[in-house]
Every structure is written in structure tokens, then in C-alpha cells.
């Protein structure tokens, strides 16, 4: 069965992910906005260790175009879910999947209330890109995707689609508890997105070099284990020090939050630390340190964006 | 009884106090550097509220052209102390007093190790005060000064200095436990001189008006409360609640750290956060966002200075 599949949400994520598919010979479909003209004239180019393919893809500036699919990729930034409302119904038989590749915490639960809880797969992505053209991604780390249902466990269908991604030369593994692999992402994230943008920009292999950053960060990721238990997801198998060496094994890397601060690209404040912190909370988590990264963050956010609006 | 009085240090408080205490008739010598051509030339200017002055000093390159004195006011930046090594041996009788008006904790211990515990007073300066050029120095906020005796209820000496301040227009008061009103301005120069320097710079009111900056500030003096506490300085009469209304009513104010800041200047780190988290740790005190907030400015200035001196 070949399934057919839409792209909602062409950054790097949607890009990489849908492309790889579409370079398998899978049948994808693309929503696509600013970069529209580019990949129609060029097609897109995906480059990175071991890859450099270039293909001529479908792509739509609607999703009314696009039409009904079996299985659709969500990969807009978290910011901007309200315009899935949208997006999202013209794409929709009575058992399209939604696979959400978002960040952080409350991306299904978006999808599930407004589309149905049967309906909503969740991904990680362990991966870093950047899209350095409109019709150019590159990846620079890794790229295995970790898939689950959303508040079940795998069933056959997702079975299917990591098999999918698996043939395409996407390494897909099956996650049991996708809520408790979204919080042990978060150990990682929350910390090293979350330091990677004060003074003009740190990547990972700084903060860990700055005795009281990487202090800092030791601490923040055991507040999001405390959470993170404290929501029903013990992460016992990870310890932070583990995390640690792995991080300093990646040298100098920039978390997607770096990379977006530099572009002068709205954050995804929520996701990664609003939501984690009020659900932390709301369980009883004691979490200091988090609360003062979001303040911190959330002001910085709106400061650059208003800086953004000022120039425009 | 005239004393003979040094400033060593004639940033904007040096100049400020010593120049109201040579205005009111008082014999102040002056150690100036940068500034001592433009003040040798037209004189010190001091403007304000039912103020604006100018008046020749007796200004100095070293103070070994200083000579011996009876009162040393020492207004360096804390960054500097080590200089005082040098700069303070040549004004020293058997009973000059040192008087720091400097920021943060560790002043009073660095002088009492260096000079002998017996000479050292410090005063907590309640004023807002900006260099604007060389030879003139604004104010825009208060002006009392609170002075004490380290480690020592206030003798007379002490009496006497106030009245001398007194006399020429300064608004002093004598405290009785001058450790105690150190931790209680960190009470409120943590909070609001550290948050200040984030998102481009905050001044106080933006601080409060953010509902999420708000509680952070709010909790990061308990934690300084809490770590005065455990140090032997409970500060049962202040809230933070009380000071928080207090703070609203300064408009927005911007805090040394921010006045620094945007002039590219060093940050007084380790006297206002790093001092206070190490005394707060050792005694117990359990102190999350204090140890984010250290280990982030301690990052921010680093990256600030290193910039600086790319440009140099």
C-alpha cells in the first residue's frame, strides 16, 4: 500500500523528512509558501554526510490543492499551530494520520482536541539542519526519528510507517510512551536550547566549558527529570551526567533555538519551556530554575521581536 | 576638627559625594585619571534636583601627591580592588579611616585584610547618579547615604563623619549593623540590577509590568532573604512585597548594572551575585535562580567584554 503523504510545514524538518520520502518513491505532497517558486524552478536540494540529492517534488500553495492523504507530516513551528485549524481539514479522510514533528510539549494535544485523538502520531526528531536557501537544507548531525502514538501504544499502522521511513534511508525507531520519550527529549532541550541564546549566542560546546553555565545546565535537567516524574514519566535510564557526555561528544553544536535566534526568528517559548513548567507545576515539580529561564527567555523572545517589527 | 579627606575612585558617586563634602567647605583631594584634565580645566559640575553646582577641586594623578589623610572615600569599581593595594598605602596615617562606598558584599573584607580591620567603615548609597561627561555628574534619584562600622556597632568617629556629610547637604543615617543593610540592598540590587541587562536592557518598570519577570524578581528575594537568614542577618522588616511597591513607585529606573551595561562597561559581578551566592551556599541557604542568574551574567559580561575588546 502506498500510502499518500502531506507535507504541512516546509522549514529544514518538513523538508528533510518529506524529501528523503519523496526521493524513496513515496507519493508526498508539499504545502509550500516562500520557497514555493524556488523548489517549483530548481527543485530541492538535501545535502549533508553521505547524501546530496537534488528532486523535483509536488508542491501546493494550498492544502484545499493538495487534497485528501493517507498520512500527514506537521512540521510548522510550534508558534504558528493555530493556522493548522486551517491547514489541516481539506487534508482529512475519516483515517489520515497526523505524525506531529514539533518541539516540545502540547502539539498533539492541539491536534487531538481539534482533529481527534485517534488520529495523532507523535515524532522526535534527533537531528540538525538548517535550511541555508529556500530550496536548500543541510543536515549536519544524525537523523533518526523516534515515533509513537499519541497516548497508546504502536499500533500495526505506525508499525507501517516506520517501515516507510526505514526504506526511504531514515533510521525510524517505534517509542512505546511517546509522553515520556517528549519529556526526556526535553531534559536535553530545555537546558542547552535555553542557554544557547544569551550573550549574542553560546552552542553547546560553550555552555559546557563555562563552569557555572554547565553547572547551570546539570541542574536544569534534573528539575525536568522532577517534573517529568512528577507527570507519571520516571526517566530513570537517563542521568544527566550520561547526557553531558554525550552533548560534549557533539562539539560545537547549535540548537535549533540558537539557530532560530540568529535568524531573528520568533522562539518556541511554549513548547520547550512554558507548557513543561505549568505542567510541572500543576503536579507539584519544584522547578526555580526553569521558571526564571522562562521569564528570562520569553522577555528576550518578545524583545527581539519587537526589535524585528520596529525594523520592518 | 577638619578632616583631610582622599576620593579615590571618581566615577560618578566618587565625584558626587566628594564634590557636595569640597562644596560644603570640607578639605577632599582627588584622585582622578581620565577625567583630570577636563576638571582641572572647567572645574566639576554636579546637576540635580534643587541642585547644580560647579566648583574647582584639588584634583591628583597619584595619591602619593595626596599624601597622608584622615578619611579615604573609596568608590572604585569593585573590579578594580586590587588596584587599591597600591593606590591606598600613601594616604595612611596611624588612624585613617577607609570609608567604601562600593557595591555588593566582600568590599569591607578586602579592605579590613589589606589595611587592618580597625580603619574600616562602609556606607550603602541610595542614588542614582550617571557621569555624563568627564566634569559632570547627574542626579536623578535620592541621595542619603547609610554608613556603619565593619563588623562594629558605629563609635564616634563614625557619629562624626555623618555630620560632616550631614552638614554639607548629604542626607546620612548611622547603622547599627552594617552587614545586616548590605544583605538588605542585595535584597533588592539582585533582583533588579541583574534581570535589568537581559533582552537588550530592562529598566525597573518593565521589569514589574512583566507578569513573569515580576515573580521572578519577587522570588529571587527570597532566596536573598533567605540566604541572609541562614548567613546570621535575618531581615524580618522588609518584604518583598513592600519593596516591590516601592520600586513601582521610581517609574523606570535604571539600575547601575544597566547604566554599565549599555556603556559597554565590566559588570560588578562577583560583589553583587557571585559573593552573596557563595556566603548564601556555605551557610545552607538554598539558592536555584540566584545560581541561574550568576551563572548567565557572569556569561553575558564575559561576551560583552570579549566583544569590546575585538573592537579595541
Known amino acids: 500500500m502506498n500510502l499518500r503523504i502531506a507535507v504541512v510545514g516546509s522549514g529544514a524538518i518538513g523538508l528533510y523528512y518529506g524529501g528523503k520520502l519523496a526521493a524513496g518513491g513515496r507519493d508526498v505532497h508539499f504545502l509550500l509558501r516562500s520557497s514555493l517558486p524556488a523548489i517549483r524552478d530548481r527543485g530541492l536540494q538535501i545535502r ?87 530550496d536548500v537544507v543541510e543536515r549536519y548531525d544524525y537523523g533518526h526519528i523516534h515515533i509513537g502514538e499519541y497516548c497508546r501504544e504502536p499500533e500495526q499502522r505506525t508499525h507501517n510507517i516506520a517501515e516507510t521511513f526505514n526504506q526511504c534511508g531514515l533510521k525510524c525507531r517505534l517509542v512505546e510512551n511517546l509522553g515520556r520519550e517528549r519529556w526526556r527529549k526535553l531534559v536535553w532541550n530545555i537546558p542547552f536550547n535555553g542557554l544557547s541564546i544569551f550573550g549574542g549566542g553560546i552552542d553547546t560546546s560553550a555552555i559546557l566549558k563555562d563552569e557555572n553555565l554547565h553547572r547551570s545546565a546539570l541542574a536544569l535537567m534534573e528539575e525536568v527529570m ?53 505542567r510541572g507545576l500543576a503536579a507539584g515539580a519544584d522547578l526555580p530554575r526553569l521558571q526564571l529561564l522562562y521569564s528570562l527567555l520569553q522577555f528576550v523572545d518578545r524583545a527581539c521581536q519587537e526589535k524585528a517589527t520596529d525594523r520592518q
Open 48 to 134: 549533508g554526510e553521505n547524501e546530496d540529492l537534488r528532486l523535483k517534488i509536488n508542491c501546493y500553495p494550498s492544502t484545499q490543492e493538495i487534497g485528501v492523504c493517507d498520512l500527514v507530516l506537521i512540521a510548522v513551528k510550534t508558534i504558528s499551530n493555530n493556522e493548522l485549524r486551517d491547514l489541516i481539514p481539506p487534508l482529512l479522510h475519516q483515517d489520515t494520520l497526523l505524525l506531529t514533528l514539533q518541539n516540545g510539549l502540547g502539539n498533539e494535544e492541539f491536534l487531538a482536541k481539534n482533529f481527534g485523538e485517534r488520529r495523532v502520531l507523535g515524532g522526535l526528531c534527533f537531528i540538525c539542519l538548517n535550511r541555508i536557501l529556500p
Open 226 to 278: 522532577q517534573a517529568a516524574s512528577k507527570c507519571g514519566f520516571p526517566l530513570e535510564s537517563s542521568t544527566p551526567e550520561e547526557l553531558i557526555r554525550r552533548t560534549e561528544m557533539m562539539g560545537a553544536y547549535k540548537p535549533s533555538t540558537l539557530v532560530d535566534f540568529e535568524k531573528g526568528k520568533p522562539l518556541e517559548i511554549e513548547a520547550i519551556w512554558g507548557e513543561p513548567l505549568r
